[in-house]
C-alpha cells in the first residue's frame, strides 16, 4: 500500500514533467500567435515579456501574496507559540527562521511564499491559531516549511506568472479576432489558393490551440500544486515525526466550510487547503487546487501503521 514516503520521489519527477508540458504550451502558444498573424515578432515579444515577468515574480512574489491576503506581521509576544513552533521547526529543519504572518480570519488555513529560503514567510490564519493544538499546529507549520524547504515556493510563483501570461497572450489573440484587418498574414491577397487554403488551415489550428491552452495551462497548475501538497505532508511529518499531528490538524480544517474573507484565486493553491471552503460541485475535485483532505489524512495515518 502507498504511504506518504512513496510520494517523495515520484512527486517531483511528475512535478517536473508537467513544468516542461507547460512550457511547450507557451512555446507553442507564441508560434500560433505568430502564424496566425504572420508576424515572427510575436514569439521573441512572447518570449520578452515571460522573461521580465518571471523576474518581476521572483522579486516581488511575497509582497504581492502578502497583500493580497490582508496579512500582517506577528510579533513573538502576541503569538508565542506560533513563533516558538515556527523557530524550532526550522532549526530542526535546518533552514533559517522565516518571517512570520498572520490574518485575521476565523477560518483555518496556512501558507508559505517568498523566493528562496533566505526571504521565505510562513503565514497563519488567527483561526487555525483558536483551533488547533500544540502538536496540531507543529504539523501544520512542518508542512509550511517544508514547502519552504522544497523549493515549492518559487516554483509555484512560476507556475501562476506562466498561467497568467498565457491567459493575457490567449485574451490579446481573441481581442485581435475582432478585428480582421490586423492580420495580413494567411487568406490575404497576393497568395494563391494553395497558399491561402494552406494558411487558413494552420490558422485554424492555432486559433484552436489558443482557445485551449488557457484550460491546459490552468490544469497543468492544479496538477503541480496537488503533487505538492503531497510531497509537502511527507516532509512535513518526516520532520515532526508525528504524522497523526498534521493528520488531526486537517480533519480540523475541512470541518470548517466557510471561505476565507481574502480568498483569491490568484493565492487559492498555496494555501495548505482550499480558502473557498468545501466545494459542492460533483466534478469540482478536477479543477480544485488541492487534493481531497481524506485522502491526505489517510496517507498519514498509513505511515503510522
Not at 504511504?3 to 512527486?11: A, E, K, L, M, R
Not at 503565514?123 to 517544508?146: D, F, W
Not at 515532526?240 to 499531528?245: A, M, S, V
Not at 471552503?277 to 487534493?291: R, Y
Amino acid at each position: 500500500m502507498a504511504t506518504v514516503y512513496t510520494y517523495q520521489s515520484s512527486n517531483v519527477a511528475r512535478t517536473y514533467l508537467l513544468m516542461a508540458l507547460f512550457l511547450a504550451v507557451i512555446v507553442g502558444l507564441g508560434y500560433s500567435v505568430a502564424l496566425y498573424y504572420n508576424s515572427p515578432g510575436f514569439v521573441y515579444v512572447a518570449i520578452v515579456f515571460s522573461v521580465f515577468m518571471n523576474i518581476a515574480s521572483y522579486w516581488w512574489s511575497d509582497k504581492i501574496v502578502l497583500s493580497i491576503s490582508k496579512a500582517r506581521p506577528a510579533s513573538r509576544q502576541e503569538f508565542f507559540d506560533l513563533y516558538t513552533v515556527t523557530e524550532n521547526l526550522s532549526i530542526a529543519a535546518g533552514l533559517p527562521m522565516p518571517k512570520v504572518y498572520v490574518i485575521d480570519d476565523p477560518a483555518p488555513n496556512a501558507f508559505a511564499t517568498g523566493r528562496d529560503k533566505n526571504h521565505a514567510v510562513v503565514c497563519v490564519t488567527t483561526g487555525l491559531l483558536q483551533k488547533m493544538e500544540r502538536p496540531e499546529l507543529e504539523g501544520v507549520i512542518a508542512h509550511e516549511l517544508s514547502h519552504i524547504g522544497n523549493r515549492d515556493i518559487l516554483l509555484m510563483s512560476v507556475v501562476v506568472v506562466l498561467v497568467g501570461f498565457v491567459s493575457i497572450i490567449s485574451n490579446v489573440f481573441t481581442r485581435g479576432m475582432m478585428f480582421p484587418g490586423l492580420r495580413q498574414g494567411y487568406g490575404g491577397q497576393g497568395r494563391s489558393n494553395s497558399d491561402r487554403e494552406g494558411g487558413n488551415a494552420l490558422a485554424i489550428i492555432g486559433l484552436i490551440f489558443i482557445i485551449l491552452s488557457p484550460i491546459v495551462a490552468t490544469l497543468i497548475k492544479l496538477a503541480i500544486s496537488r503533487r505538492r501538497e503531497y510531497l509537502a505532508d511527507a516532509s512535513g511529518a518526516l520532520l515532526t515525526r508525528y504524522p497523526e499531528g498534521l493528520a488531526r490538524a486537517l480533519e480540523k480544517i475541512s470541518q470548517y466550510s466557510m471561505p476565507m474573507k481574502a480568498a483569491n484565486t490568484a493565492t487559492a493553491h498555496l494555501f495548505i487547503s482550499n480558502p473557498f471552503g468545501k466545494s459542492k460541485a460533483s466534478i469540482s475535485n478536477l479543477f480544485n487546487t488541492h487534493p481531497p483532505i481524506a485522502e491526505r489524512i489517510k496517507i498519514l495515518r498509513n505511515m503510522e501503521s
